[in-house]
């Protein structure tokens, strides 16, 4: 070994200085390679704004080509899941997003059994995983299970609805419920405090539990601190993130941790808007009145900020509270039935399936053609015979 190549491989770091300082670095790496999923379930009446507000929160149109059924055809509509599934990429971050749409939802005049196939198809996931989970190629398994959903409440009555109530205790065992306000925008700020304090009333006097904001811990990496404060204090004139000196000014004026401003909120008062418009010289995304204009990216206006910083910020703990406490719930209830988990069909990738069916074109070419000669060899030796005395 020549010494030229020792010496290129000198300790570049510090003496005593190991390495495995840099495991967090290598993980961030892996997963920005491959990337993440995120399911999202909107459940709430027809003409909400759900749709709106999905699109407004991710800047994506998820719906190109919806039609939106008259009123003859929600008389007979049934509730149906529409899943729609859409690849964005920011800064090199690649997220695999699922919308799953709830239409007909509350449409019927009987609404006693229009929660079903929401559980259902809630349940469907968790069994599709827990049976992917329990087969030979583990490598591939797609993630579809529900990590959020958002109860959207009507903001026309007084608190929740029957139905609201209903569905709430039927899935709050199963996903993590967000309550959200929509169309926060035809009432006043004393209005949404009132309903905000009702609808919490209501969800505590009949036992639903609702997603719980995770506190802030005092040793929190400072990182991470100046991500949730730069979303939250979000300046919507410049568009641009706020400082950080300037951002630990607004903390110690206000004095209220980001993360109780955020569990304040609940439930979030929201409106949607997809169309840009010109305010002050400046382009914002709102909606236009007579009166003037509702910014939705306006702290003032409604909660759309808050709502976004939460999910943005508590995207993994949605996942982990999925997978550690509604999952392993699911599974232990599944398994202490004693009914064994189907069998899984392997699904390998195309190009090894592609491969394995042209081996297996290959022998049957081959065994056809061992019995031809087999064959013939028979033939011949038949004849042979025959000629012999």
């Given at each position: 070994m020549s010494s030229d190549s020792i010496k290129s491989f000198n300790n570049v770091e510090s003496?005593?200085?190991?390495?495995?300082?840099?495991?967090?670095?290598?993980?961030?790496?892996?997963?920005?390679?491959?990337?993440?999923?995120?399911t999202l379930m909107v459940v709430g009446e027809s003409g909400l704004g759900k749709s709106t507000l999905v699109n407004s929160l991710f800047l994506t149109d998820l719906y190109p080509e919806r039609t939106i059924p008259d009123a003859i055809a929600k008389t007979k509509q049934t509730v149906k899941l529409d899943a729609s599934t859409v690849e964005i990429e920011e800064r090199g971050v690649?997220?695999?997003l699922t919308v799953v749409d709830t239409p007909g939802f509350g449409d019927a005049i009987d609404n006693s059994d229009s929660f079903r196939a929401i559980i259902q198809y809630i349940d469907e996931q968790y069994e599709r995983f827990l049976k992917d989970e329990s087969g030979l190629n583990r490598r591939h398994i797609i993630d579809n299970r529900v990590h959020c959903c958002f109860y959207f409440v009507s903001p026309f009555g007084h608190g929740l609805k029957p139905l609201d109530i209903e569905l709430m205790k039927k899935l709050h065992n199963k996903v993590n419920i967000v309550p959200v306000i929509a169309k926060s925008d035809v009432l006043t700020k004393k209005e949404i405090q009132k309903l905000k304090k009702r609808i919490l009333e209501e969800i505590n006097a009949n036992g639903i539990k609702i997603y719980p904001l995770p506190d802030c811990d005092s040793d929190e990496d400072e990182d991470y601190k100046e991500q949730v404060l730069n979303n939250f204090l979000f300046n919507y004139e410049n568009k641009t993130k706020i400082n950080y000196k300037i951002t630990k000014m607004f903390t110690k004026l206000l004095c209220i941790p980001k993360v109780k401003q955020l569990k304040e909120a609940v439930p979030f008062a929201v409106c949607g808007a997809n169309q840009l418009l010109e305010v002050r010289g400046k382009k914002v995304r709102g909606r236009f009145y007579p009166w003037g204009v509702v910014e939705v990216e306006n702290p003032e206006h409604c909660d759309f900020i808050k709502l976004r910083t939460m999910l943005i910020t508590h995207m993994q703990d949605l996942q982990e509270v999925t997978q550690e406490v509604h999952y392993e719930n699911y599974r232990s209830e599944r398994l202490a039935k004693g009914v064994p988990v189907p069998k899984r069909t392997t699904s390998l990738p195309e190009h090894e399936k592609n491969s394995g069916s042209e081996k297996d074109r290959i022998l049957q070419e081959k065994e056809a053609e061992l019995k031809r000669m087999q064959d013939?060899?028979?033939k011949m030796q038949a004849q042979i015979q025959q000629q012999t005395p």
């Open positions: 003496p005593g200085f190991v390495g495995f300082a840099n495991l967090p670095n290598q993980v961030h790496r892996k997963s920005v390679k491959k990337g993440f999923e995120f690649k997220l695999r013939v060899i028979a």
